[in-house]
């Protein structure tokens, strides 16, 4: 078969190839991403696969390079079966570090007052805001996926990761995306998406 030809049927077969396809697929990731954000809520982000012992560790960084390669490059059976196990690996590095006494992330708001004398709340998710909030308290509260769209905009971050050569910058999703928004009116499951920064912009 030719190189044209392999990568046409590439193209055919990939999950996000037709709305219909990209909508079974993105209901998969978004369960396993709901999963991660309720791990990471509970366990603090990066931290819960240092709980567990190497070898789940190291069982559960395979699984998420199946998942990840999944998205990337996956047929739409991959994407289901990767995003069902990425599901279970979480849940056993939770039942893993449950079982051996590990401590959860502390969920109270982190605070501080700035010069004007404003209260400033800092929480993990819209949840924690409204709890913070509800408190009745002047309070100006801070999710964390507020902070980073705030820094993604500040020019000075990029001067401070100039000065500090391999630093990195991972994008974790804290809230789960209605799908429907990346399809425009009009069209049929069936019809094909062109290409995937088409939805994804």
């Keep these: 078969m030719s190189k044209v030809k392999n990568d046409a049927h ?3 077969t990939r999950w996000n190839a037709t709305y219909g396809t990209y909508l079974s697929g993105q209901a998969a990731i978004d369960g396993a991403d709901a999963v991660a954000i309720a791990m990471e ?3 603090g982000i990066d931290r819960l696969r240092l709980l567990v012992s190497p070898e789940l560790r190291e069982k559960f960084d395979r699984q998420r390079f199946l998942y990840n390669t999944a998205i990337r490059s996956g047929d739409l059976q991959e994407v289901l079966t990767q ?3 990425m599901i279970k690996a979480w849940n056993a590095l939770d039942m893993a570090a449950e079982s051996a006494g590990q401590p959860p992330r502390a969920s109270e708001a982190m ?3 700035l010069a004007d004398g404003t209260v400033v ?3 993990f998710d819209d949840t924690e805001a409204k709890r913070v909030v ?3 308290r002047r309070v100006v509260v801070y ?3 507020e902070l980073g769209r705030i820094l993604d905009h500040y020019a000075e971050v990029g001067k401070v990761k100039a000065a500090f050569p391999g630093a990195s910058v991972t994008i974790i999703r804290k809230s789960i995306q209605d799908p429907l928004d990346a399809i425009p009116d009009g069209v049929s499951l069936d019809d094909r998406m062109d290409d995937i920064e ?3 912009g």
Excluded: H, N, P
């Design 134 to 136: 509800r408190s009745g």
């Design 198 to 200: 088409a939805f994804q």
């Design 41 to 43: 809520k509970c366990w």
């Design 121 to 123: 709340a800092i929480v």
């Design 83 to 85: 995003s069902a196990r």
């Design 111 to 113: 605070e501080t007052t």
């Design 10 to 12: 590439r193209r055919d």
């Design 143 to 145: 999710t964390l996926e």
